[in-house]
């Protein structure tokens, strides 16, 4: 018996080299794909472009002189054809689970509803989900993944950092997945434009990715409408998502600016007292220290710093309904009211939620500020 | 072979914790959505007192295992076909867990590799096990594995808190209603535990009363688990996600992001649950090659125990070809027909017959 | 058996013949003023030439021997009565025993007309000193190690446990080396069926010789083929003093300076003695430490991979990037590299154990610049491999136990031929092989995994965390029971 078994044991080992099937598949066979860019073309089908790095550019001192990635595309009836094809082209095996980044070019979205793009994501099981997505405003996505940037060794790279490093982390597809699933909210998808600006003194660049805004999606995940720069810091703040960092307003006489950072953002769903589901009360929270003050205020008067509170907190307010009310008539409700009412009155929120991009414009939507100044800095009034 | 209370802990806690990790979620999240914690709660509530009706049997006979008690209480033939459902039963679950396994090393690591060779060696390493030490070996590795799986898995669920929204698993009950909900457990519970294993195990309890205590144990920390993992499912991902989730426990482990770095501990995660699904498989194969033996009445049940492994793997094969065998997980025969008769009728009856017995002996003796 | 005869020329004739071709026996005989002959033989270099002169030759040729008060019937029972100043002193009657005796370095002396001889024990020859051990070092603890000297290391034991239960049985293995070993063990605490197993064991030995312990090792283990040696070997006198008070049985053979200890289990080879005597908080994170290491020095090279080969996709993206990179050029695939780089670093390794001491600097030369810093550079060696296997071998050498780390450096081959085909599935099968062989393992009936498997809550205080001594025993500092 004890020989019957060593015997298997061999065999066992033995089975496999004799067969040759594995898995093995060494680092220098893989391309790593950091972005995804994905095109509309004339005829109807799809063009998807993989950003890969290169690795061996990308070894000590090599990358200041020569390219430390390419753009391969390719076009297809969907994202696996695409890809599909783009392997074709190129020697080595597609490694997609480190993508940070997938980018989603506006002739896309204005023809196509972005739900067909992540069945694909959710099922193969090789994605993470944990990259970010974004829409590229004014050209092709694939143009943008050509980008050189001057600091980072990929764009996909730098606009990821870029998001991260001004506080919104809450944008993977992983987000959006469960947005796009879930009945009551409507995404937001962060938008990034080219910017032809010279930021090297010595070559003319070509441009640098900068973040310009969002887009919101209605349930078929199509943009019914963009938010700009300014907008959106207070739309993510409303959605519960993104921090942002500081405001600058100009003093109730229009003389000087006052600056602000603004920490601990929060923001909370209320009904309004009633019971009525239509009329909703959006209250934010935060603390606001003073950085910079150019309207000669003394701020070691009490009483101004309570104007300053009190002009601030009047002043956001209405900077972000004015938000609200652009996006609701939008009626693509990214502020998660939908969610809200649903965890609310469920009941009601039964006969509401087929028609809810319709219903969400009839809400009633205040906002409610409550800013704390904390800080007025380290010197109290003007240096004279 | 005698197995300490400490090692009957582990032993349950851990083919408890594989069956929940397995299917049971996806199960309950398909009907129940957001409410299916409230399905996994009552299922793993049905499946504890099941545990202790099959404890109580149990002790009634301290000193036998099923198949021989179960001849005292229906008689030799009654009682041999009787059997012969559990170890169907158990013959279904190992088939189950093992081809899950393949199944899921083939889609989500080993694409090339034959689904047989990553069978063959799991077998053999069960094998080998219970050919080597019986329950001995396979209860002194549960005990090892125990604390890192346990551990681990426990741990894994909160390592995600920044993506956790406590939020998402509202509204409580308005959304299903207690027939979905219901329905969920009905469908989740057959899959959550396989309390009929310690018919078998119990005989080789060193101890019967801390047996009984670490069997309680582990069912019931398995069973927490089970509603802390569906509830933290919830929270990660909201209702709709999971319930279109294949792996539910296997994509909790994929999205944990601590600093960016400490991603992807899914690495760690699928050799610990290799390990958690070999005692599993150890005690299953066990217990049936011993039942055979038993049953059949040929002493040597370590040949059983390969004969087994050999019929298994050649229904694994088989059944992997014929495609609709896969998909009777949630067949109406099986959920609503063997599992209620072999988990809860026929322990009940046995209870009943056990305990006439019993008070029928001690009111005649006196006499 | 053959008795000694009444005739000195007899007596001497056999010796001689019986010692013929040995050039180091010695025979002087000699008269007394009385006419008594007498003969000493002894083997040269075993026995003390000075302490013979002075204690025996001098007072004998010129004092002749001393009057008593009353006679005696025998010349050599008077002279080892009343007369020759040394301790250990016997009678023998066969010359077979003679024979064993002065083989074993005693002096025999014969006297003409009587059936007997006169054996005195004045060994002489030259011994290593008690020298710190070089194996096993410890920061802190005794400096003193066994010698090749049975009766030196027995004298170790003793001077340690001063209780008349230390009990020392001899035995007599080796038909030609007729080499001593001693089973010793406290009685009332040691285990009667180990005993038993033992003694049954060491009966069964049919060798030529023994030329040291590890050779009775292979003897008395139960699973021979088993990787993990089931018995404990030790150069430290405060070790086996330690054991003896845990229950365990130690056997020492002379000429050899290492003690065995038995039964042991896994976690045995993986503490030091320094655990002891260091606080025990810093124990906890020493021990974690070790234990982390030794999970390494077997997992690291096949966990490397298979995550590289394998699953790349669970390696963080930057890592991964850095790793390819650093791989992009290597001609040879990640296994056969890591399998070329383990087997260079065990090639080092035996190198060095024979290297002789003046060699030293060159191996660690060759092996550093040509090894390491050569092959990177000409691109046949990728960095992060070299990093890998480094780390595996720094890891094997916390273990504090050379043979302990044995195991691990051929289960580090197993495990990375296992995961070599299956990535991470056949890194799970290779822990479970090993599992299921680890616990099923006995020494001398305790399971080798105990206390972990079976679990012993009793014993498993000192394996993760070194409880301190007063916890471990059950009582609290005061002396109450706790």
Known sequence: MKRFFMLLCVLLMVTPCVSGCSDFVEPNQLAFVIGTAVDQVQDGSIEVSLQVVIPSQLQKGNSTNSESFIVISAKGRDVFEASQNIQRKIPRRLMTSHRILIAIGESYFQKNELNLLFDKLARDPSNTLRDVVILIKGGRAKDFLRLKHPMEYVTSLAASKEMNINGLQDFTSRQLVIDSLSQGTRPLVPVFKVEHKTVSSQKKSEGIPVFAGFAVLNKKLKPVGFLNDTECAGASWLAGKGMFQGITMPWKNGKGMLSFRLSRLDRSIRSVRGQDPKQVVLAIKAQAYLLENTASLDMTDMNTVIDVQKYMNAYIRKDLQATVNKVQKSGSDVFGIGEYLHRKHPIWWKRQRDEWDANFKTVQVTVKSDIQLRSVGVIGGELK | ?367 | ?482
């Open chain 3, 1 to 482: 058996m053959n008795a000694l005869s009444i005739d000195i020329e007899v007596n001497e004739a056999h010796l001689r013949q019986q010692f013929e071709d040995c050039s180091d026996i010695v025979f002087r005989s000699f008269k007394l003023s009385d006419g008594a002959m007498l003969l000493l033989v002894y083997l040269d270099g075993l026995t003390h030439v000075q302490s013979v002169e002075d204690n025996i030759l001098r007072p004998l040729l010129f004092n002749g021997l001393p009057q008593g008060e009353k006679p005696v019937p025998s010349l050599a029972e008077r002279m080892k009565r009343e007369w020759l100043p040394l301790a250990n002193v016997q009678t023998v009657d066969s010359s077979d025993a003679l024979v064993q005796h002065i083989l074993r370095g005693s002096l025999g002396l014969l006297v003409n007309g009587e059936a007997a001889a006169l054996i005195a024990q004045i060994p002489g020859f030259e011994e290593r000193s008690i020298q710190e051990p070089k194996k096993e070092a410890t920061l802190r603890g005794s400096k003193e190690g066994f010698v090749e000297n049975l009766r030196t290391n027995t004298s170790l034991l003793r001077r340690r446990i001063i209780h008349e239960d230390l009990k020392m049985e001899s035995f007599t293995i080796g038909s030609y080396t007729q080499t001593e070993v001693v089973l010793a063990y406290v009685k009332g605490l040691a285990d009667e069926n180990v005993l038993s197993e033992v003694r049954k064991k060491l009966g069964q030995i049919d060798m030529k010789g023994i030329i040291d312990s590890a050779y009775l090792e292979e003897w008395l283990e139960g699973s021979s083929y088993s990787i993990f040696s089931q018995i404990q070997n030790t150069e430290r006198p405060d070790i086996v003093a330690a054991s003896l008070l845990e229950g365990k049985v130690t056997l020492i053979a002379n000429g050899s300076p290492f003690a065995l200890i038995l039964p042991i289990t896994f976690w045995s080879g993986l503490q030091s003695a320094d655990d002891y005597f260091e606080r025990f908080v810093f124990v906890i994170l020493t021990r974690a430490v070790r234990y982390a290491m030794t999970f390494i020095s077997f997992a690291l090279p096949a966990i490397y991979v298979a995550l590289s080969t394998f699953h790349p996709e669970m390696v963080p993206a930057n890592l991964m990037i850095s790793i390819a990179t650093a791989r992009e050029n290597s001609p040879f695939p990640t296994v056969i590299e890591v399998f070329i780089m383990m087997f260079i670093f065990d090639a080092l390794q035996e190198a060095g154990v024979h290297l002789p001491n003046q060699l030293g600097p060159v191996g660690s030369i060759i092996g550093a610049l040509v090894i390491g810093q050569a092959a990177v550079e000409a691109g046949i060696i990728s960095t992060p491999i070299i990093i890998v296997i480094s780390l595996t071998g720094i890891a094997a050498f916390t273990i504090p136990r050379y043979s302990a780390t044995m195991p691990f450096r051929l289960t580090r081959y197993m495990i990375l031929f296992i995961t070599g085909f299956l990535g991470f599935v056949g890194f799970a099968y290779g822990i479970i092989f090993l599992l299921i062989h680890l616990v099923m393992l006995e020494s001398f009936g305790t399971p080798f995994f105990r206390p972990v498997a079976p679990f012993d809550g009793r014993r498993i205080k000192d394996i993760f965390i070194r409880y301190p001594f007063w916890i471990k025993n059950g009582r609290n500092k005061k002396g109450g029971q706790q």
């Open chain 2, 1 to 367: 072979m005698k197995v300490s209370g400490y090692q009957m802990f582990w032993l349950i806690n851990i083919s408890s914790m594989i069956m929940v990790s397995y299917l049971p979620i996806q199960l309950a999240a398909r009907e129940a959505r957001q409410d299916c914690w409230i399905s996994m709660l009552l299922g793993s509530l049905v499946m504890l007192a099941v545990t202790w009706i099959m404890l109580r049997i149990c002790m009634q006979h301290k000193d036998k295992t099923l198949v021989v008690f179960i001849k005292d209480l229906l008689g030799t033939v009654l009682g041999k076909l009787v059997v012969f459902v559990y170890f169907l039963l158990w013959f279904m679950q190992m088939a189950m867990i093992a081809k899950g396994m393949a199944e899921f090393q083939s889609l989500v690591m080993l694409h090339n590799t034959p689904m047989l060779f990553v069978l063959v060696c799991m077998l053999f390493l069960v094998a080998y096990a219970v050919y080597r030490g019986g329950i001995t070996a396979v209860s002194r590795c549960a005990e090892v594995i125990g604390p890192f799986f346990v551990s681990v898995l426990f741990a894994q669920l909160f390592l995600n808190p920044q993506g956790m929204d406590m939020k998402r698993v509202l509204p409580v009950y308005y959304d299903s209603g207690w027939y979905l909900i219901l329905k969920g457990t009905f469908y989740s519970m057959n899959y959550l535990v396989d309390p009929s294993i310690i018919l078998m195990l119990f005989f080789f309890a060193e101890n019967k009363r801390t047996a009984a205590r670490g069997i309680m144990w582990g069912t019931a920390v398995a069973m927490a688990w089970g509603v802390i993992t569906t509830l933290v499912l919830l929270f990660v991902t909201g209702p709709r996600m999971a319930a279109e989730m294949i792996v539910p426990v296997y994509s909790l482990t994929k999205f944990v992001s601590i600093l960016n770095f400490i991603q992807n501990i899914d690495a760690f995660f699928i050799p610990l649950w290799l390990l958690g699904a070999f005692i599993k498989l150890g005690v299953g194969l066990f217990i049936l090659s011993y039942g055979l033996s038993q049953w059949t009445g040929i002493k040597n049940w370590k040949l059983i125990a390969c004969l087994t492994t050999v019929v298994w793997l050649a229904y694994l094969l088989y059944s992997g070809h014929e495609i609709r065998l896969t998909n009777t997980l949630r067949s109406l025969f099986l959920v609503g027909g063997l599992y209620p008769f072999a988990y809860i009728v026929l322990p009940l009856l046995f209870w009943l017959i056990g305990s006439i017995r019993q008070h029928r002996k001690s009111s005649g003796s006196p006499s």
